[in-house]
């Protein structure tokens, strides 16, 4: 089969018959109307395979979860997602993988309204790049850069259940009949990208960013884009049942803060909106700590002193 | 150097100050203004290391053409160029390779006017994947779809000098003191979207693509997708003085036919309106056939008989 057909059959039936879609799939670009007056929200994201997903991973769930991590800065700064193009390098076409692929990619598109409208299919090692985009009223996108002295730190969802799945080796492994790792494992490789309490969250955080690389690394960012510090207590980290079944106690804290692949949003918001950010949100939203004036991330134990622990996010090249 | 102090390094200076940039490279998406009542087009190109260049290729030469072939995309659209992000996939950070490759890039976007907005590195085999937006009225874009019979069939520049240079091996290979072997070399490395032509050709042109993979089979798009078909007389693809000194007289046609790389357009157009678009135009415009009613693509010698050929375009998968 040659690339073009390959395209075509694969992944033009994820190209639904949208207003907003002047010229999906098919030619030299897209063609793409964009609201007047709103932004254009856009960001682009690898996976390769060996490095971000098990080469043995299913490939509804590599198509899942390459899209799923776009999903979610999209989601961090409360765009509405709209369109994505996917660049994808194969060993070889294999239609099976291909069909299934294409399967999780559209379970995931499919519900949170984003469309394919455009490609690029080459020979090589095994990776996936996405570019999304997404919409939202001028001047209302949630920054990392402006959160202020006083906001109450939050994240929602839990932390550290795809570290802990990664850890205790479940990326690839058959957990059926195990509802603790199942879960884990779900969480590993199909994120769910926080869009409603993004979207939501607009005029109420101050500043917000998506896990990825954990939440130590990923919250440094927001306090460097701020010039602020923040004071969070270790015991506050919110954490699935999964989690405190499984984990051990010695790892907690380097799991939910250190390991990655969350894919919740960290969020800073004044204390007394976090009463209406809750109502709004389809998600619990944990407050666990605060910004601080003076600079610097302090991890805190349960009696507000402070703990002499190394958390670093994940970083692809250190 | 951790990554985002590896992002900042290289990839900030290219960020100019753009009042359509609400926000740059930094947070988890970048922040653009569409301009109102304009389309906004998009294409993503991935380039793997050892399959779309040599691993021993000019790190400058990669960032350049990596840029060069979305920006063709747009220039088939006749879109202007706005914004791309750039995820880059790398074995190791290399200082001196970033640097160079970071020029080779700056030196095509900056006077192309496209601003890095955004992009993810990532730790894996060398790949490149840009995703280019351009902006055009709505409506006015140059399809692929429009071709009419009776439309003079005709492609901007030269065809066949990088599938030249990189049959004679020069991808790599020091060619100085030979103008016409360093010419040849450059249109491979160094290929110029034909952006000025695209967007002179909007309102005159039924129907445009660009070059990538080849006349035979990218033509073969246009015809497709138009329900026509095209005469082409051979002897008419224009050449180069270069191609035209060290082409072996059997390879010429397959290499300016089905060669691929040579990233200038091809376009259908009324014949009366070609003196227009040739003065507009910074390139020359070479009538090489007419589109047909008759589907199919049929190479015509000198004499207007049929040649029986079989040209192809590259396919990622044949």
Same mark, same amino acid.
């Given at each position: ?7 075509r059959? @694969?992944?033009?039936?994820? =190209?639904?018959?949208?207003?907003d ?10 063609l793409l109307?964009?609201?007047? /007056? ?8 690898t996976?390769?395979?060996?490095? @971000? &997903?098990?080469l043995?991973? $299913?490939?509804?769930?590599?198509? !899942? ?7 979610s ?6 765009? +509405?997602?709209?369109? &994505? ?11 099976? !993988? ?10 995931? *598109? ?7 409208? /455009? ?12 570019? *999304?985009?997404?919409?939202?009223p001028?001047?209302?996108?949630i ?6 002295? /006083?906001d109450? =730190?939050?994240?929602? /969802?839990t932390?550290?259940?795809a ?8 990326? %690839? ?7 603790? +790792?199942?879960?884990?494992?779900? $969480? ?10 993004? @979207?939501?969250?607009?005029?109420l ?5 998506d ?10 960012h ?22 405190? @079944? ?5 790892? +907690? ?16 918001i004044?204390?007394?909106?976090l ?10 939203l %944990? ?7 003076e600079?610097?991330? +302090? !991890?805190?134990?349960?009696a ?15």
């Amino acid at each position: 089969m040659d690339e073009f057909a390959l395209i075509r059959k @694969h992944f033009q039936s994820l =190209v639904p018959g949208s207003s907003d879609v002047v010229l999906g799939v098919g030619d030299d670009c897209a063609l793409l109307l964009p609201p007047p /007056g709103e932004e254009l929200a856009v960001t682009t994201d690898t996976l390769v395979a060996g490095h @971000h &997903f098990d080469l043995q991973a $299913r490939p509804q769930d590599i198509g !899942w979860k390459s899209l799923a991590v776009s999903l979610s800065d999209l989601a961090a700064m409360g765009a +509405r997602p709209r369109w &994505f193009v996917l660049a994808l390098t194969l060993e070889r076409v294999d239609e099976a !993988w291909l069909t299934a692929f294409a399967q999780g990619l559209n379970a995931l *598109a499919a519900p949170c309204g984003i469309a394919l409208v /455009g490609g690029d299919t080459t020979r090589g090692p095994l990776s996936i790049t996405i570019t *999304a985009m997404g919409t939202l009223p001028s001047g209302k996108a949630i920054r990392r850069s402006c959160a202020k002295p /006083g906001d109450a =730190v939050c994240v929602t /969802g839990t932390l550290g259940d795809a570290a802990l799945a990664l850890e205790l080796g479940l990326a %690839t492994q058959c957990a059926r009949f195990d509802p603790d +790792r199942e879960y884990l494992k779900a $969480r590993l490789n199909r994120p769910s990208p926080r869009l409603t309490a993004g @979207h939501s969250l607009r005029g109420l955080a101050h500043a917000a960013i998506d896990l990825s690389d954990g939440l130590a690394g990923d919250l440094q960012h927001i306090l460097e884009e701020s010039w602020v510090g923040a004071e969070i207590r270790a015991e506050k980290l919110p954490r699935s049942e999964a989690f405190q @079944h499984l984990a051990p106690a010695a790892s +907690r804290l380097s799991l939910q803060a250190a390991g990655g692949d969350d894919y919740e949003l960290c969020v800073c918001i004044p204390p007394e909106l976090l009463a209406e950010a809750r109502r709004k949100l389809d998600v619990p939203l %944990t407050e666990i700590g605060r910004i601080t004036r003076e600079p610097g991330l +302090r !991890w805190l134990d349960a009696a507000g002193g402070v703990l002499s622990v190394e958390l670093r996010g994940y970083n692809h090249f250190s």
